[in-house]
C-alpha cells in the first residue's frame, strides 16, 4: 500500500505531461511578397543559358524556365506580378530532448515587396538585381546558371547578413503532387503540407497513439526521456522533390529549411541562412528527374552476394545462444547469410530495455571463443556482423571486464564535442549520458577508423549496423569551428564517409556491408546500405508497418536505393514501475512483416528493444518455418535483385519503387503508399493490417498475373480483392515478362507455392 499514493501522484503528472511533445514540427509561415519593376528599365526579353531559356515579360511580371527539348513545358516560374524572392530577419531557440529537437523561430523585419532593377546576362550568368522592401531594406542578388544540360542553378542572397532567413517563391500546377524529402515515413505525397528539412530522432509512434489509455501514454512520454515525434520528424530528410509532372528541385544548403506546399497553386522555400542555393531539374519523365538528381548526390553500388542471397538474423544473448539460433535455424532450413551479433560489445538494461555498451571492443565473457565461433560460421559460409555508433559510454565503474576505456581516451584526446564551458558535452539517452564523437576534428577521424580497422575488422565482422548520427545538438563547440547550423545535417554523411574510408583503407570495401539509418543528401555516396530506424512493432501508419512501407518508397525517390527495415520492427514499450506490457511484437505482426520485406534489398531481423517482449524468428517450429519460406523467396529473386541494384549504380533508380513512377500518367497512382513495384516488372502489396486475409489491390492498365495463383487479371486501371493471403502478400507481374516468368520458375524450385 505504501507505493500507491507515488503511483497515483505520478500518474497524474504524466497525464498533465502528456502533450508536451518535443519535435521540429515545420513552424514558419507562407508570407506573401509584391513585386515592382519599371519595364522600359528591364524590357521583355529572352536568355539563352545553354539548353535552358529563361522569359522574362515586363507586361505579365513573369519570369519563366523552358528547356530547348520541350519549349512547350515550363519548369519554374512565378506567379504573375509576385514577388519571388523575400527575407526577414530571425532569432531562433533550438533544444534537444533524446535526438529530436524543437525550434522556436521570432521574425522581424519581414520584406513585403521585391524590386527588380537589372536583368543581365554576362559570362552564361543571368544576373538579377534588385531591393527588398519592408521595414528595412536590403539588396539582394540572385544569379541562374546551366549547372548542366538538364539542371538549372539559383544562387539567392542578400546584400544585408541580418537578414538571414530567404524565402523562394514560385508558381505549381494546382493538380500538381510531390514526392521525396527523403525517408517519410507518414506522408508519400505532400501536397497540401509543409515540410521541416531537419535530421533527427524520429520519435515514438510520431503522431500516433500508443495505446488507448492516456495514462500509460503519458507514463511512456514522461519515462522514456524521448520525443513521441510527429509526421515529419525522420532519420533521412534532404531538401528535394520530384513532381507529378517530372519537376524537380533541391537545394545544396546544410541550414535548417522548410517546403511549403499549403497552397494548391504556388509553393515557397524557407532558409535559415543568407544564402540559397537551388538546382531545378529538367526531365522527361520521373525516372530522368532521379538520374539528374542522384548524379549530384551520389549513388549507392550493389551489395556483396553474400548478404543478398539469404537471411540476417540479428540476436543478442551471446555464443551459446547464437548456436542454440542457429541450429534452429538449420532444422528449418532457413538460408542464412549472417548473423548479427548487435551485442558484440556487451549489453545492459535500462529503463526502456536491453541497450549496449557503447565501448567499441568485443565483450569476451559475453562471447567467449568468438575465434572458434568466426571459424565455424565461416565454414558454412555465414559471416558476422556488429554494432558501432559516434558515441561513447564512461564504462567505468559498471562494466568490469572492458579493457580499453574509449571514454577516457577521447577525453584526454579531445575528441568529444564540448559544451558553452569547454566541457564534454552529455547527452542524454534513455536513463545513461553519452559523449559526441567530435567528427570534424581530422585527428577524431583517423582514431575512429583505427577503431573500426583494429577492433571490428580485426575480429573478422563482414559488417555493421553505423547507428545514431542525427543527435548533434546546436550548442556544441565543434574543432573545426564550423557553425552547427550548417554542421548538423552534414554529421550523418560525415559518420557514412568514415565508415566508408576505414573499410577502404582496410581494403575490403568489396566484401563488407555497414548499414546506416540517418542520412542527408549526399549520404547515398558514402553509405553501403541504409535501414529505416526505429519503427514501433506494431501496425501503425506513422511508426510501425504502414509506416516501413511508405518511408522505403520515399526514399528511393531521394536516392536512398538499398534501404531496409527491422523485419518485425524495433520499439517495444513497457511501463516501468508495474511492469504492463503496453506494446510487444504478435506473431501475426512478425509473420507480415517477413512477407513485406522479402520483396527489399536486405532480408534481417531485429529482436527489438524488449527481446523477450517480442515474438522472435526462432520462437516456435511454425514462425521459423515462414521465415524459412520468406527467405527463400527473397533468394528466388536474386537474379532480379542483382540487376536492379547495378541500375541503382548506373541511373539512380530505386529498387522498391511507389506505382506513379511506373506510371507517371496515372493519377491513381499517386497516394498508393502501402504497394509497390519491385523494378519495372513485379507488383507487391503486403497485408499491412492485423486480422486480414485479403488486400484490396490497385493494378494499373495492362495484364497482370498473380504469381500464386497463375491467375490473369485483365485491369484497365481498377481495384481488385485479392483473397486467401493467409501467408504472403499479394504478387503480380506483368503479363509476358521474362523477369515475372523467371521468378515463377525461381520459386518452384525453392518448393514455394
Known sequence: MKYIKPTLILLLICILLYGDKTNAKAIGTFYNFNLQYNSNQVPTANFTLQDFTVRWNSTTGNISVIHQNNPSKIIWQNIANKGFCGAAQGIETITEKAGSFSIVDRKSNIIQTQTIESIILSNNQLEIKGQLLGAQNTSYTLIISPKSNNQLHFDYEVGNTDFNRLYLSYACESNEQFFGFGEQPSHLNH??????????????????????????????????GASVGDDYTSYKVVPQYISSTSNALFLENYEYSEFDFTKSNEIQIELYGTKLSAN???????????????????????????????????????????????????????????????????????????????????????????????????????????????FLVDVKPEKPNYRRDMYKEAIDNDFLVLNDNGQPYQVQNTSFTSGILDISDNNCVDWLKDIIKDEMLARGLKGWMADFGEALPFDVELHSGESTATYHNRYPEVWEKINKEAIQEANVKDTVVFFSRSAYTKSPKYATLFWQGDQLVGW???????????????????????NHSDIGGYTSVTVPFINYLVLGRSK??????????????????????????????YQDTSTTKHFARNAKIYRAWYFYRKQLMQEAADKGYPICRPLFLEFPNDVNTYNLKYQFMVGSELLVAPVVDPNKTAVNVYLPAGNWVNIWTNQVLNSTGQNFTIPNLSDRAAVFYKQGSVIGNQFKQNLIAEGIN
Request: proline share 5%.
Open 280 to 390: 531545378v531539374i529538367y526531365a522527361a519523365n520521373p525516372y530522368n528527374a532521379i538520374e539528374e538528381y542522384t548524379s549530384y548526390c551520389g549513388r549507392m553500388q550493389p551489395l556483396p552476394a553474400w548478404i543478398s542471397t539469404g537471411a540476417v538474423i540479428g540476436m543478442q544473448g551471446g555464443t551459446n545462444k547464437l548456436y542454440d539460433v542457429w541450429q534452429k535455424m538449420k532444422n528449418a532450413d532457413v538460408p542464412v547469410t549472417a548473423f548479427w551479433t548487435q551485442d558484440w560489445i556487451g549489453q545492459r538494461t535500462t529503463l526502456v530495455g536491453k541497450q549496449l555498451w557503447w565501448n567499441w571492443e568485443l565483450d569476451n565473457d559475453r562471447y567467449p571463443n568468438w575465434n572458434q565461433l568466426y571459424d565455424s560460421l565461416s565454414k558454412s559460409n555465414i559471416g558476422l556482423l556488429g554494432y558501432i555508433n559516434p
Open 588 to 617: 501475426e505482426l512478425l509473420w507480415r512483416w517477413m512477407e513485406m520485406a522479402a520483396f527489399t534489398p536486405v532480408y534481417r531481423t531485429h529482436e527489438g528493444l524488449g527481446p523477450d517482449k517480442n515474438y522472435q524468428v
Open 191 to 224: 501536397k497540401g503540407n509543409r515540410v521541416p528539412i531537419l535530421v533527427q530522432e524520429q520519435g515514438i509512434g510520431r503522431g500516433d497513439e500508443l495505446t488507448n489509455n492516456p495514462i500509460v501514454n503519458g507514463i511512456v512520454n514522461l519515462t522514456l
Open 540 to 562: 501503425n501508419s506513422n511508426d510501425g508497418l504502414k509506416s516501413a512501407v511508405t518511408g522505403l518508397l520515399s526514399s528511393g525517390l531521394s536516392g536512398f536505393t538499398l
